[in-house]
């Protein structure tokens, strides 16, 4: 092909057409075409020069020129000239500028116009991901509706349109298949650049997928007068939504559930039949916590030391029913409420009750010497430790039925001599083991929680001073959406984490980390501590 003879204006007629039939911009199309031009004409007339093609968008002349630039020295021929020889063809040049020089037409060849033409379709190809992936980005997070194409490794390749999407084995629902040319709808839970284009991947297992699909048939979700809080899935299976209305005069689980029925069955008939519990959202975690593990009956919720629900008791006829098919209800109910459930029946909770009771009362009758009567009593009356016993007044005791001064002293006595000694045994082991004084002679720590923390490896006011709270009283952490309790070193002793908190922060004054003008009463501040120091607690 002769580029001189060629039609400039079928030149932009192509560009055009391909523009059109790809949905990508005709510049780039016309750049592609100067490009496959400087190409061939490198082939033409040699690889190291700096050619140049340009297309004109209006007449579609094509321009090949060589381009020079001026330099002081020559170090590359091909594409450098002196200031001399410029200025021979341009008189006013200077160093820096650069000589352009007009190239004669030439014939491509069959090995110029078949390399053209692959630098063509490349850049149109570029061009095409680059625009499919500027279109599914932010449709990331929607339902998109497409027809299956074919079938890879367990994989379904998904035709939506104008490209391709993957809906991996994984996320499909239980054990459905879908035949070629089938339409599904599914979830675009992700869009990546990657070298072969863009990756779009779908789920039908989301929970995202669910509150699309609610949005779709209940339009106060989609108005926003409803919202949907948290979505527990067994996908194919079981499904618990928590629903709140931000409007009193609709009923968010009314609105969801539909006229008979109507809305979440349609939900219900996409999902392959997964059957959806509908619950009403409140701030009361112990009324949330009843709602969703229905439809079990609940008879109490007991709460931990923070006041947050941890334990259900439930009748034993119940028991199954609130457990669920391999543990299915509760584990939904968990995940949708963001703690850990724990299910008891209301038999074993007074088994439990009463074995703590038993375990006391002999603590008490070993300790003080008491028959298992009066201990009970104590225990019941809430003298259920000695460490209690031994820091009550006696008057305390002697509201006890049948005590009077006399016994309420002795039994006193019995327990402030059992603690000292055992006080007296723990330190001792403590400070067998390293405990420093300066961390034996530290206001606050109990002779138990100093053998503790020698146990642990703590031995200084140093090393006490850089533990965190958290790590004498125990605290609550969220782990994949779930709230789970850490243990700590102090939590048998009934160390709260504000307790705790106040004797880190106190340490830390005394060892001169923090400042007492620094300090704010119930807050630990955040210390900077050497980055290739080990933790205290290893």
């Known amino acids: 092909m002769n580029i001189a003879s060629a039609n400039r204006l079928e030149l932009l007629r192509i560009a055009e057409s391909v523009a059109q039939e790809k949905l990508i911009d005709v510049s780039v199309v016309i750049e592609a075409m100067e490009e496959s031009m400087v190409k061939a004409a490198r082939m033409r007339f040699g690889a190291d020069l700096d050619i140049r093609a340009k297309i004109d968008e209006q007449t579609g002349n094509l321009t090949t020129t060589r381009v020079r630039t001026v330099v002081e020295e020559i170090e590359n021929e091909a594409q450098e000239v002196t200031l001399d020889l410029a200025r021979l063809e341009m008189p006013d040049a200077k160093i820096g500028?650069?000589?352009a020089e007009e190239l004669p037409d030439f014939d491509m060849g069959r090995i110029a116009t078949q390399s053209s033409k692959q630098v063509i379709l490349q850049k149109v190809r570029e061009a095409e991901r680059e625009r499919h992936y500027e279109e599914f980005k932010d449709r990331v997070g929607t339902i998109i509706v497409g027809t299956v194409k074919r079938q890879e490794y367990?994989?379904?390749?998904i035709d939506i349109t104008r490209g391709e999407a993957v809906?991996?084995?994984?996320?499909?629902?239980g054990r459905e298949s879908y035949a070629?040319?089938?339409r599904i709808r599914a979830y675009i839970s992700d869009v990546r650049r990657e070298k072969r284009g863009p990756q779009i991947f779908l789920s039908r297992t989301a929970r995202e997928f669910m509150v699309e699909l609610f949005k779709s048939e209940v339009p106060e979700l989609y108005e926003g007068i409803l919202e949907i809080r948290n979505v527990a899935r067994d996908p194919g299976s079981r499904a618990k939504i928590a629903v709140v209305s931000y409007d009193s005069s609709i009923d968010p689980v009314g609105a969801c559930v539909g006229m008979r029925g109507s809305r979440v069955q349609a939900v219900v008939n996409e999902l392959q039949g997964e059957k959806v519990d509908i619950i009403s959202w409140t701030d009361n975690l112990v009324d949330f916590i009843v709602s969703a593990l229905k439809p079990a009956n609940v008879v109490k919720v007991l709460l931990d030391d923070d006041g947050v629900p941890n334990e259900v008791i439930v009748p034993e006829d119940q028991l199954s029913l609130a457990i669920g098919r391999k543990g299915q209800n509760v584990r939904l109910a968990s995940q949708l409420t963001g703690l850990e459930i724990s299910i008891v029946t209301e038999e074993q909770e007074k088994e439990r009750r009463n074995a703590k009771i038993t375990e006391r009362t002999q603590q008490l009758m070993d300790a003080i010497e008491v028959d298992e009567v009066f201990a009970r009593l104590l225990v019941q009356d809430g003298f259920d430790t000695l460490e209690y016993l031994a820091a009550c007044d006696y008057e305390e005791l002697m509201m006890i039925e049948g005590v009077d001064a006399e016994t309420a002293e002795?039994?006193?006595?019995?327990?402030?001599?059992f603690v000292s000694k055992k006080n007296k045994k723990a330190l001792e082991r403590a400070r067998a083991m390293g405990l420093q004084e300066d961390l034996a002679q530290f206001e606050g720590l109990s002779p138990e929680m100093l053998k503790i923390l020698a146990l642990n490896h703590i031995f200084t006011l140093d090393e006490f001073a850089k533990c965190g709270a958290y790590e004498l009283s125990g605290d609550y952490i969220v782990v994949n959406g779930k709230r789970r309790r850490e243990s700590g070193l102090f939590e048998e002793l009934g160390v709260t984490l504000e307790?705790?908190?106040?004797?880190?922060?106190?340490a830390r004054v005394a060892v001169g980390i923090l400042d007492e003008s620094e300090v704010r009463l119930g807050v630990l501040e955040e210390v900077a501590v050497d980055e290739n120091q080990e933790p205290a607690l290893g």
Do not use: C, P, T, Y
Not at 167 to 173: C, N, T, Y
Not at 499 to 506: F, G, K, Q, Y
């Open 154 to 157: 367990g994989n379904f390749i």
């Open 97 to 99: 500028d650069e000589i």
């Open 180 to 182: 070629n040319g089938e």
């Open 499 to 506: 307790e705790a908190e106040r004797l880190v922060m106190n």
């Open 410 to 417: 002795e039994i006193h006595n019995r327990a402030v001599n």
């Open 167 to 173: 809906l991996r084995r994984e996320q499909k629902i």
